[in-house]
């Protein structure tokens, strides 16, 4: 627990400074809050998507919604992709901290350095922190670039 101190400067004023609390934060004595952990789902399904939000030369986002994976409150939606449906050798993730108080969740993956006018194949995922996979995997969908 933070307790206020008071200093005396040069002119002899006294001052209750924040400067202080400051201090201690950032120096690591207040603990951080940790989010909850959500009661894990019996089985993790998609129930939107995946779908294309946004298509540009170089990128494009794919976005899908599952109910809440649950376990630990950090999660990442991953997306395996590539030019070839049996070849899904590219891999992008995306950090995201479940709502323990949402029955599903959003996930949002960017995927970058993509060539122009090119059909590329994926497949979405979803993990915890840990890398064990939440166990919900689509089938293999395609997008061509612009």
């Known amino acids: 627990m933070f ?3 008071k ?3 040069k002119d002899g004023r006294r001052y209750v400074t924040a400067v202080i609390l400051a201090i201690s934060v ?3 004595s207040l ?3 940790e989010s909850p952990t959500t009661p894990k789902a019996a089985q993790v399904r998609i ?5 294309i939000e946004l298509a540009k030369e170089h990128l494009t986002i794919i976005n899908w919604t ?3 994976p649950g376990g630990s409150p950090m999660h990442y939606g991953i997306v395996h992709y590539g030019k070839d449906p ?3 050798i590219e891999t992008a993730k995306s950090p995201i901290r479940l709502n323990p108080d949402h029955s599903s969740t959003a996930f949002r993956v960017r995927l970058d350095n993509l060539e122009p006018r090119t059909t590329y194949y994926y497949k979405v995922d ?3 922190a840990t890398g064990k996979s939440d166990g919900v995997k689509s089938s293999v969908n395609h997008f061509t670039t612009p």
């Open 31 to 33: 603990s951080a809050q």
């Open 3 to 5: 307790t206020p101190q």
């Open 26 to 28: 950032l120096g690591g």
């Open 86 to 88: 049996h070849s899904l």
């Open 66 to 68: 599952t109910n809440n």
């Open 47 to 51: 129930i939107q998507g995946p779908k």
């Open 126 to 128: 979803s993990m915890e």
């Open 7 to 9: 200093t005396r400067w």
